[in-house]
């Protein structure tokens, strides 16, 4: 069940009297509570709220010191805590298999900030 079927659930139950004013409000705010932790308001969330997914996509910077071409994969070792020639592989091959290693490269190069 969603978080506004709940809502909608409970807001039901409070108006024809089953749950209590406060009852109603303990309710609200355990759904409220347990929506904000789900994956996918991670997805929607602003940056003010501290999900760290957003919060890590807002850090992402191409890298100055660790860089070949333009800084994207050792941008993309900071970011993951992996090293940055596992991303120079999988841009290779990426570009081997397909062609859209090359494609994503030069869109987060283009895209992506470059670190102060």
């Not at 890298?63 to 070792?77: F, M, P, T």
């Not at 940055?84 to 494609?103: D, K, S, Y």
Request: hydrophobic share 45%; glycine share 10%; net charge neutral.
């Amino acid at each position: 069940m969603s978080d506004s079927e709940e809502l909608n659930r409970l807001a039901d139950l409070h108006q024809r009297g089953v749950l209590s004013d406060e009852e109603f409000a303990k309710a609200k705010e355990r759904v409220l509570g347990a929506g904000a932790r789900t994956s996918a308001s991670y997805a929607y969330a602003t940056p003010q709220s501290g999900a760290p997914v957003v919060n890590a996509l807002n850090a992402f910077r191409r890298s100055r010191e660790d860089r070949w071409i333009g800084g994207v994969c050792g941008g993309l070792a900071k970011l993951s805590g992996l090293a940055a020639w596992f991303w120079r592989i999988v841009f290779v091959a990426l570009t081997t298999c397909a062609g859209g290693g090359l494609l994503l490269y030069v869109l987060l190069w283009i895209f992506v900030p470059i670190e102060d």
